[in-house]
């Protein structure tokens, strides 16, 4: 039953991920720049609600893990080349701890 | 822009084939409370696996397989999300050093992986890289 909502999230995460990526991905990647920080937002907000079980598995492990990508931004920091890979890693990391730090910190409130 | 329904589909159900092996994963070990040993394992896995996916023939023929298995199963199966709330969780727990060492481990053994399966893989085109 877990996994069917693990699945189910991810079939709706995975496809808005890939529809930013269509609309917004330039030469900077906006688009999986949006999802993997929306992701992070979404989940810090689960954790600072303390939503757990079935609205855990469908929302947190299922929809905010299948919208964010860690593999798609390994190759693509790779493809942009040191530089500009580095920086758009580190950008991304930077405003998924800041997006996922908000939302948990929203959620206390 | 919009992508294609077909592919659209492809990805969700490519999603959810690895977001519940991702799971399973985390079902089988779970990551506990000091370095998540197991979500760094399927980042770096996923990772490489993406690097490599052009080495399969279906992938390479089939625009819409590329698309299952590269951001459907291996976006669904690795995670960002996660990665930013266990370094959230291990900073809130005072745990800053251990926090720096996952983000900048996963980030730099993710790209060693990817690097070194790109020696041998031909390079994805910008929209299987999503």
Redesign the interface.
């Known amino acids: 039953m877990?996994?069917l909502l693990?699945?189910?999230?991810?079939?709706?995460?995975?496809?808005l991920?890939?529809?930013l990526?269509?609309?917004f991905?330039d030469g900077w990647h906006h688009?999986?720049l949006a999802a993997?920080t929306l992701?992070?937002l979404?989940?810090?907000a689960c954790?600072g609600w303390s939503v757990g079980g079935s609205a855990l598995?469908l929302v947190?492990?299922?929809f905010?893990?299948?919208?964010?990508?860690?593999?798609?931004?390994?190759?693509?920091?790779?493809?942009l080349g040191l530089r500009r890979?580095a920086a758009y890693?580190v950008v991304?990391?930077a405003l998924?701890?800041a997006?996922?730090?908000l939302g948990?910190l929203a959620a206390r409130l | 822009?919009?992508?294609p329904p077909r592919?659209?589909?492809a990805?969700?159900?490519?999603?959810?084939?690895?977001?519940?092996a991702?799971?399973?994963a985390t079902e089988v070990a779970a990551d506990g409370s000091g370095f998540p040993w197991t979500t760094f394992a399927i980042?770096v896995s996923?990772?490489a696996?993406?690097?490599a996916l052009l080495l399969l023939p279906l992938a390479r023929r089939s625009s819409t397989w590329a698309?299952a298995l590269?951001?459907?199963v291996?976006?669904?199966?690795?995670?960002?999300?996660?990665?930013?709330?266990q370094?959230?969780?291990l900073?809130a727990d005072g745990r800053a050093g251990l926090a720096l060492a996952y983000?900048a481990g996963?980030?730099l053994a993710?790209?060693v992986?990817?690097?070194v399966v790109?020696l041998a893989a031909p390079?994805?085109p910008?929209?299987d890289?999503?």
């Open positions: 877990t996994a693990v699945a189910l999230g991810a079939a709706v995460g995975a496809p991920r890939y529809a990526g269509h609309h991905d688009g999986t993997n992701a992070s979404v989940l810090g954790v598995a947190g492990t299922g905010c893990g299948g919208l964010s990508t860690y593999s798609s931004l390994a190759v693509q920091s790779r493809d890979g890693a991304t990391i998924g701890l997006a996922c730090s948990y | 822009m919009t992508p592919l659209l589909m990805v969700g159900a490519g999603g959810a084939v690895g977001a519940v991702r799971y399973a980042n996923g990772s696996l993406l690097a698309a590269g951001p459907g291996l976006g669904g199966y690795t995670t960002f999300s996660a990665t930013s709330a370094a959230r969780s900073l983000v996963t980030l993710c790209l992986a990817v690097t790109g390079p994805l910008g929209e890289e999503l």
